[in-house]
DNA sequence: TCAGACATCCCCCATATGGGCTATGCCGTG
DNA sequence: CACGGCATAGCCCATATGGGGGATGTCTGA
């Protein structure tokens, strides 16, 4: 009952591609079909390959991992995406659940775990590395920010006063005012200089353009 | 006049680490004769091979990758280091030729890049891929922190007061807001929250402890 | 239809922040 | 030795920030 699976490799990293393609094919029920180092590249290869699972770098160049898998599966509903990365904060986890993944597998991982999570999330079952859940859990706890919270903290990030993002946003201070007082609740902050440094920390903006 | 070069692979991540071994591997003149995956690791394993070359990821989960360089150097003054890092910003390539590395690779790099770089390093001579060098002198124009500066701007970033820094500094709250100020020109912030953000986006603060 | 989240706006006010200025002591370099 | 960078510290003051209150309109889901 195990076919091939045919694996869609995205990852902007030479090194990482060449080392999870070599993990990967060393299985005789695993296959690299094609590779990826970016998202429109991969939403363009998908769609050539038809690949059974896509493996996923969260940071890539052009898009965040979240448009890519909304993008694919808007085209395929039946998609199946297994989000790798590096960087192991429980929002990033978060958002590709959200977004749709399957699973969501550390760079770190060793090669039992890593395939296991492989075949797992080819099968369509939720597929985790070790620690994932426990951060998963702590997240569902605290309240995400609105969209138009989010702005408000991009604005901050980039150093702008209240008057500055009210102006930039089109709302009149006292509201930007109590859009920071509720971020402040929500991300339990100290101040708005600690407001930017979770967001950064925790890849709150991750979703958003570079340039935005 | 090439033996074969002997290198010593420090990176957390274990597709990384397959990914450098497989392309080095290929080559007849380079071989991988132990991998690391923390710095702790990565200079025990140097003191029983002594490498011809050490490839080091810079972002380690115990130690910086300039704190590794420097132990390393404190013994044995000839280690050869090259830095692999996904992380480009001009502050980490900087700190990392300032404590001794003879170059810095990118990770998206390609082979023929990667081992260019690997073969420059090996015979000592500066290693980079290709942007590096333009990065490189916009850091030069820009003032760096002193070692007081970067710990008031590591309290900045867990949203402290300048009260509470100047208490846990043991120092007066008028020098916290004169060294806030300094800060600021330096790095050319609007205010304290811009500060926090360019200090976390440059990454000012990665050779620091984390729990310091 | 009514509650709740979201977004908008207004008031008041204590405190924090940031800019300007001067000044000391230490240390390393020229 | 003198100079400059660093760290320390004080003063004054305009403005920004953050916390409290109350208010309106939309939209969504129970």
Partial sequence: MNPTCRILLVDDHYVVRIGMASSLNLEP??????????????????????????????RLPDLSGGDVIKALHAEFPAARV????AFESEEVIYQALQAGAVGYLAKSSRRPELIGAVRL?????????????????????????????????????????????????????NTVKLHITHIMQKLRAKDRTHVASIALQQGLLENRAPGG
């Fill in 29 to 58: 029920d695993l296959e690299v079909v094609a590779e990826a180092e970016n998202g429109e590249a991969a939403i363009a290869l998908y769609r050539e390959h038809r690949p059974d699972l896509v493996i996923l770098d969260w």
């Fill in 121 to 173: 999330a080819a099968q369509g079952k939720a597929a985790f590395s070790a620690d994932i859940a426990a951060k998963l859990a702590s997240r569902i706890q605290r309240p995400s920010l609105s969209p138009r919270e989010l702005e408000v903290v991009a604005e901050l990030v980039k150093g702008n006063s209240n008057k500055e993002i009210a102006t930039r946003l089109n709302i009149s201070e």
């Fill in 82 to 85: 297994l989000v790798l990365s």
